[in-house]
């Protein structure tokens, strides 16, 4: 028998660290003491376990004020990781929140949280990232749900006078001091490692299962993770402050961590705009709970601006188009909404800009003074592209045709060309043909005695959707933009390939994806695979990719370039069936400003038969300096032998 959910226990090891000899911080500990509070009232069950250094008031001491076993040393932390490791059975729930000060080790250039150590030396010891993920390794290998949340700086470069910044320099002798045994152990499993979850596979650094666990990130990797004063002269973590904030205002256990991320950062763009928080995982598992909040629905942001116009975070770069619309829920009531049957307000998309659009609700004088919505698409005219045949004697054809409207589709006579889609019963099951008249593989097996008109709608909607996705470009582009970055594929062989190339490669083997920031501000790059299956899964185990400027000097920072091993692969369910070749398009978009390509995303067809997902995306905020976008693809084609 399963396992029901209230059986599950909840761990939370939670690490605040003001006290430091050299740059002490003044938040980091008032966060914890937050994130337990909230912890307690909404999970009471929790088993909440805090390690706190603040610093005294006496200038003299040399010591946190706190007692010692509670201190957040290297011994303290690990110890109880450990214990909760021991004890934590499948279905189990891990916690971990840090605030304190980062490091970006040397050579590796692996993040590391800097510790509580020898009170006589630096006070400081090393928590590796590496040595961190061995034990979310094997908490994953147990079927423990962890989520980490890290309010910490990993950029150097920052000044020592700035006591805002969460981060400190790299100390040899610190590192020295305390030598690590297992720090190699998983960067010496190199590139072999495999991995199901898509058909071009990436280790970015120590995120070694994104899908059994998610990581929260305080900022980008060459961005300043820094801490906020309020008026009342408080501070606290910017991650942990917005953070907490998104959790009371949207209910943040059992939601999804999409959900929690997107609205996380629309705080950040609207009120600390230097600053973009980075998830890394599967974005839909839920926070410290298996409820699923707001059914399957992917929902996109939008904010009600200071002129009272409501914004939608998502515009032509994520497909929607003048005149979709959008049904709109006050943010955190999506769930209840769905549940419930109630009928939400419904709004039209106006003024499409590349990364956002104004919507007009039907209903306006419904809205109240509510500042956050959530929007889930209802129609999609760019599917109107896509015309799908079917003929006039077919059974049931205006159940057929309703099925089609309800899912933004166009249906054509059987004689009308040209088409996209083909619909023919043939041996007692529905084949779907393309525009060649081809048939199309790799989606379910429609039997028709099995299969309604509206899941035969939905395995097309869902191909609509891809070819969409692939056929999206930036119809007014930008050159002076177009030639800020540069984006290539490398094969094993050292050839170097430019976009809307077709690049053959042999199973198994690996290609290079680059990425070079030739101008003066930073980029954010998001990358996709397009796989066999008709999927499209993010390959960068996180949101976006953060590419910063080059040096004044017209010299490139090793930063400002940035590559991606992928290694390429024939499915193995496809090679069990006896094919030897595949297709995947790699997809990479660059953009002025962080937004969200989360509403192309689509699962394997063949998981996806008979579930319907909304369209979802993000991008906040009220002001818009600038939607440069572009949207690049390279064609690979797999074979074995």
Known sequence: ????????????????????????????????????????????????????????????????????????????????????????????????????????????????????????????????????????????????????????????????????????????????????????????????????????????????????????????????????????????????????????????????????????????????????????????????????????????????????????????AQGVCDGDQFAIYPYGSIGNALTSGQDPLTATATHTQALQSTLEALDSKSMGAQTWWTAVALTRKRLDKYPVRLAKDTPLRDDWLAAMMERSLHAIDQDESPFSFNVIAKDNEYKLFNESNHEITQIPVMLQAQTTPGQVCDVIQHLAKFNMVKDLTNETPDNSYNESFSITLVSSSGHTYNPGSLVQVDHDHIVTLVAENMGDTELYVYVYDMGPRWQIESILHGNHYVLPPRNKDGAFQGAARKTWKLRMQVPEEMREKGQQDCNDTILVFVTSQLTSFDSLELPKLNQSIGEKVSDGGYRGGNVISSEDWGCLSFSIFTRIG
């Not at 390690?51 to 040399?62: M, N, Q, R, V």
């Not at 006589?120 to 980490?148: C, N, P, T």
Request: charged letters at 25%; aromatic letters at 8%; a neutral charge.
């Open 1 to 316: 028998m399963d396992e029901q959910p209230n059986a599950a226990n909840h761990f939370a090891v939670l690490i605040g660290v003001d006290f430091y000899k050299e740059a002490p911080l003044k938040g980091c500990v008032r966060d914890v003491q937050e994130i337990a509070k909230y912890l307690k009232r909404v999970q009471p069950a929790t088993q909440v376990h805090t390690f706190t250094a603040s610093s005294p008031s006496d200038e003299k001491s040399y010591m946190p004020v706190e007692d010692p076993s509670s201190w957040p040393t290297y011994e303290n932390v690990m110890a109880k990781v450990h214990e909760v490791a021991s004890i934590a059975k499948p279905g189990d729930f891990l916690h971990i929140h840090y605030s304190g000060h980062g490091t970006r080790t040397e050579p590796s250039k692996d993040l590391a949280l800097d510790l509580l150590g020898d009170m006589q030396g630096s006070g400081i010891r090393y928590l590796h990232g590496l040595e961190l993920a061995l034990l979310l390794r094997d908490l994953v290998d147990k079927k423990v749900e962890v989520s980490l949340v890290l309010d910490c700086c990993f950029s150097g470069g920052v000044s020592r006078d700035d006591s805002s910044v969460r981060y400190l320099d790299y100390d040899p002798g610190t590192d020295a001091a305390f030598p690590s045994t297992t720090v190699h152990s998983l960067g010496n499993e190199g590139e072999g490692g495999h991995s199901g979850y898509r058909d071009g596979t990436m280790r970015p650094n120590w995120l070694v299962d994104p899908g059994g666990y998610t990581i929260l990130t305080a900022c980008g990797p060459h961005e300043r993770a820094r801490e906020i004063q309020l008026a009342d002269g408080k501070r606290h973590g910017a991650l942990s402050y917005f953070l907490l904030r998104t959790f009371t205002g949207s209910g943040g256990i059992g939601n999804r961590q999409r959900h929690i991320y997107h609205q996380l950062c629309a705080r950040f763009k609207e009120a600390w705009p230097q600053q973009n928080p980075m998830f890394y995982g599967n974005k839909d598992k839920c926070f410290f709970s298996r409820k699923i909040s707001g059914a399957l629905a992917i929902p996109i942001q939008a904010v009600r601006t200071r002129e009272g116009k409501l914004q939608l975070q998502a515009g032509s």
